[in-house]
């Protein structure tokens, strides 16, 4: 009698086709796609000077005692213009303007920097960087637009002295001092709007001590290629128009100086010129090495030793420039201590 194991028959073949439905429908399935996580920043971390734990204290002794002195010098110069009524010209009134707004130029970065070199924290937030963005550079496009305006006034005083008191009256020059400032924000405004119009996302560290243009722009979400090349240009507008309006200017002046006759009035001449032209020659430089450059920002480092220099060491020499190169202002500064001590007897 042959035995026929029916039921295990049965049995093995339903278990070998669900099997088999079972892989048909699981190659069939689509794949659960793999959620792309975006992270979006929502603060920064300034790295700074973090490369050089061992130097920051060192380099916070060294920032601050150059920061007082730039406060000071400054202070100095718009009490003495402010004082002396013998320098109530339209050329120390740009003098004034200029030392005030270099003083809050340093406000806008040197104190954050400071407090990050002897903290632990590093961090900014995004409306915090906006604010320190907008005031750099709006105070930066200013100080380029003040320069030319200075040139400008150098220029009318020596090629057109007799017509100067009429063509630089007070309210021309409060108009063209507003001015100055309207369209230097103006500028940083465009600017900041353009770098923040998109959410900043992946890495969330700032290559530099404060909110600049390039190190910010490669943390955005968005192609940042066209926003560059359009700051790019804006910047050359600003930086490089206007110095070469203040080159026009320079370019009438020395022709003017040529023709006096007298090599005294020729020094006296140049001697009113050469501490702006010394300034003009310092902003313009350092302006040029980091916004006039497609690819800026490419190497941090470098970037950031050029930034110290233009934020830290170029407020210090203005108003030392402008001391020991202007002999009125020197003039003045001696009447003013003599007076002071008077006061004090």
């Known amino acids: ?14 278990t070998k086709l669900s099997h088999s439905i079972y892989s ?19 603060e920064f971390v300034l790295v ?26 400054n202070i100095t110069i718009i009490t003495i213009i402010q ?5 109530h010209t339209p050329m120390y009134r740009f003098l004034a ?10 406000l806008v970065t040197i104190p954050n920097m400071l407090v990050h070199l002897l903290t632990e924290s590093q961090a900014i937030s995004i409306p915090g960087c906006r604010a320190q963005m907008f005031f750099f550079l709006g105070l930066g496009c200013s100080q380029c637009f003040l320069l030319t305006l200075m040139g400008y006034d150098r220029y009318v005083a020596i090629c057109h002295p007799l017509r100067y008191s009429v063509i630089m009256r007070p309210t021309v020059c409060l108009r063209l001092g507003a001015l100055v400032f309207c369209s230097g924000f103006s500028v940083a405004s465009i600017e900041t709007s353009m770098i923040f119009s998109s959410p900043f996302c992946g890495s969330h560290r700032v290559e530099h001590f404060f909110c600049d243009i390039a190190p910010v ?10 926003k560059a090349l359009a700051i790019f240009f804006l910047s050359v507008l600003v930086v490089l128009v206007s110095f070469l309006l203040v080159l ?12 006096i006759p007298s090599a005294a009035g020729r020094r006296k001449a140049f001697s009113t010129c050469a501490a702006h032209l010394t300034v003009v020659i310092v902003h313009f430089g350092c302006a040029s090495i980091i916004y006039l450059r497609p690819e800026s920002g490419a190497r941090p480092e470098q970037d950031r030793l050029v930034a110290v220099f233009y934020t ?22 001696r009447r003013t201590l003599v007076r002071s001590r008077g006061v004090f007897q």
């Open 1 to 14: 009698m042959i035995s026929c194991p029916l039921g295990t028959d049965v049995w093995q073949i339903v």
């Open 24 to 42: 048909v429908l699981s190659s069939q399935a689509p794949e659960k796609p793999q959620e792309n996580v975006t992270w979006l920043v929502t």
């Open 48 to 73: 700074g000077f973090s490369n050089l734990p061992h130097l920051r204290y060192t380099l916070f002794g060294l920032f601050f005692l150059t920061y007082l002195v730039t406060l000071s010098g």
């Open 83 to 87: 004082v002396d009524r013998t320098l």
């Open 97 to 106: 303007v200029l030392s005030l707004s270099e003083t809050s130029y340093t």
């Open 217 to 226: 722009l490669k943390l955005s979400c968005s192609e940042s290629a066209g």
């Open 248 to 259: 026009l200017s320079y370019a009438f002046i020395v022709a003017a100086i040529v023709r």
């Open 312 to 333: 830290v060491v170029t407020p210090l020499l203005n108003p030392v420039v402008y001391t020991l190169r202007n002999k009125e202002v020197r003039v003045a500064l």
